[in-house]
């Protein structure tokens, strides 16, 4: 099946810095990538969707000035946590979706201190 | 009220039980139903789609009511290696549209 990778799959990082995580799809292009967040316990949120060679669409409540989203190739898409807070520490997934199918990346675990 | 809404359970079974969970959606557009199975700490693996006329995959039967608008997933002769989160997920709009909703999961637990 297609794979998604994302990088790095873990990071603990101080409050007011900010984090970037790295989403590849490795067999297939994709001109739209999907950014989740899953705090514990809870299901997974739709933050954005990421659209190669235009700006990503914001769902509702998500601060696209926080959570910067870069497509620049159909195959990368990033998402930058702009001066992290404690509150932004959870578990970030992207997703690809292939023909009728969404592949999701292994996560980034994000811990701010 | 939530896009998609699932019983968050727990679910405890003996081995070789047979389980089912529902998932309920709101929008009567919804054009594709998913489960997907999320092991702790890791990312949801697509599990199967849920097809009109219902579908199996082994011990797991997929099944889709329109009319009352949810989907359920049964789980035949329980393994242990079962154990994980399940989410429904439902699309609504076209393909390739991103409006993947998903339900807050269950949790099942297979007992030795």
């Known amino acids: 099946g297609a794979v998604v990778s994302q990088h790095p799959s873990w990071v603990i990082c101080k409050s007011g810095t900010s984090v970037k995580i790295e989403c590849r799809s490795l067999?297939?292009?994709?001109?739209?990538m999907f950014w989740y967040r899953q705090f514990p316990k809870q299901s997974l949120m739709l933050m954005a969707t990421s659209n190669e060679g235009s700006k990503a669409t914001y769902e509702q409540g998500v601060e696209k000035d926080k959570f910067l989203i870069n497509h620049a190739s159909l195959t990368l898409s990033t998402l930058t946590v702009t001066s992290a807070h404690p509150e932004d520490s959870s578990f970030y997934i992207c997703?690809?979706?292939?023909?009728?199918?969404?592949?999701f990346g292994p996560g980034t675990r994000l811990t701010v201190t | 009220r939530k896009e998609v809404e699932q019983d968050p359970g727990p679910f405890n079974v003996p081995e070789g039980a047979t389980v089912a969970f529902n998932c309920t959606y709101s929008?009567?557009?919804?054009?594709?139903f998913f489960w997907y199975r999320q092991d702790c700490r890791k990312e949801p693996k697509l599990l199967m789609s849920?097809?009109?006329s219902g579908n199996e995959d082994g011990r797991f039967t997929a099944q889709l009511n329109r009319a009352s608008q949810y989907i359920s997933l049964l789980i035949r002769d329980s393994k242990l290696s079962d154990s994980a989160t399940y989410l429904c997920a439902v699309n609504v709009g076209s393909t390739g549209a991103n409006n993947l909703f998903f339900g807050t999961g269950t949790r099942l637990t297979v007992i030795p």
């Open positions: 929008n009567s557009a919804s054009q594709s």
């Open positions: 067999d297939f292009q994709a001109t739209t």
């Open positions: 997703s690809a979706r292939t023909k009728n199918e969404q592949y």
């Open positions: 849920v097809y009109s």
